[in-house]
């Protein structure tokens, strides 16, 4: 069943990334970030999601991308210290209902996260697939924020992973993200994901509505916004756990992110909450006793 393995991995294809981005001033950034809160206005407010978000897609020959914007009650303050420190990612990560382990290391050169990305069901760590980020704070000011998590290389083709998220304060203690999510493919990449999502994930659709009643796309764009939406629930879930006391901030942590989830069953429920819990508690705890 290897092609079964290997469709399997090309359909979780995880923290990617596309395009590098150039280098852009740190004002410049804050400052488009401030201007693409106010361009998303009434969109932030009135949408399906139940909370303040956008959610953004696109897809071309060889790249894939994912974009949340969000709007959290959270001081930015409490934002930027949460989320500068490549360990604290491990927490957020692991929440993700397919990753195994995350390891966070430095040396003198640069920090790096190595993550294993596996089923939706228990696994032993070494069975699932490595992926190494390199892990940089890029900014980290008192009004902007923005992480970037890259890897050059994925299974099957893919590569150019990135997971970056920006953050900037808005008023009455809020905190505005950006949050993105793409990666780019070769050849082998392009037809693995689309006999993936001829056979497994035949059915799997995304957030964004085609235009007729009920129906929501599908694809790798379908996909994409999957993933996406993990990653961002996982990092509003780990927010929301921090002013639980710490020895109960991961029953917070992994609460938070299924209850989450399950507001938008027809995209996201794979199992049930006590398989869940039970399944993250076992890697958390591998996680931490593991090097």
């Given at each position: 069943m290897v092609w079964l393995t290997s469709l399997w991995l090309v359909g979780i294809a995880?923290?990617?990334?596309?395009?590098?981005?150039?280098?852009v001033p740190d004002t410049q950034s804050a400052a488009a970030l401030h201007a693409k809160y106010a361009s998303?206005?009434?969109?932030l407010h009135h949408n399906p999601f139940r909370r303040a978000l956008a959610l953004d897609s696109s897809e071309s020959s060889n790249d894939l991308e994912g974009d949340i914007y969000a709007l959290v009650?959270?001081?930015?303050?409490?934002?930027s210290t949460a989320l500068k420190g490549a360990e604290d990612w491990c927490d957020v990560l692991i929440l993700h209902i397919n990753t195994k382990y995350c390891h966070a290391k430095t040396d003198k050169t640069r920090t790096a996260l190595t993550v294993?990305?596996?089923?939706?069901?228990?696994?032993?760590f070494k069975n699932a697939h490595p992926i190494e980020f390199s892990y940089r704070v890029t900014a980290a000011k008192a009004d902007y924020?923005?992480?970037?998590?890259d890897a050059r290389k994925g299974p099957l083709s893919t590569r150019d992973y990135l997971i970056q998220l920006q953050a900037v304060p808005?008023?009455?203690?809020?905190?505005?993200?950006?949050?993105?999510?793409?990666?780019?493919?070769?050849?082998?990449?392009?037809?693995?994901?689309?006999?993936?999502?001829?056979?497994?994930?035949?059915?799997?659709?995304?957030?964004?509505?085609?235009?007729?009643?009920?129906?929501?796309?599908?694809?790798?764009?379908?996909?994409?916004?999957?993933?996406?939406?993990?990653?961002?629930l996982a990092i509003d879930a780990y927010l929301g756990a921090l002013a639980t006391p710490p020895p109960l901030q991961l029953q917070?942590?992994?609460?938070?992110?299924?209850?989450?989830?399950?507001q938008y069953p027809r995209q996201l429920r794979e199992l049930d909450r006590a398989a869940y819990l039970d399944m993250k508690r076992h890697e958390y705890l591998r996680q931490q006793t593991t090097q």
């Open positions: 995880f923290c990617s990334a596309g395009l590098a981005l150039a280098s998303l206005g009434e969109r009650d959270y001081p930015f303050s409490t934002v294993y990305i596996g089923k939706k069901t228990p696994q032993p924020l923005e992480i970037q998590l808005i008023g009455n203690d809020q905190t505005f993200l950006h949050l993105t999510y793409s990666y780019a493919y070769g050849m082998a990449g392009r037809l693995a994901m689309k006999t993936y999502l001829a056979t497994i994930g035949s059915g799997k659709v995304g957030f964004t509505q085609t235009g007729r009643p009920a129906e929501y796309i599908g694809g790798m764009r379908g996909l994409a916004e999957r993933n996406t939406m993990r990653y961002y917070k942590r992994l609460h938070g992110w299924f209850t989450a989830t399950e």
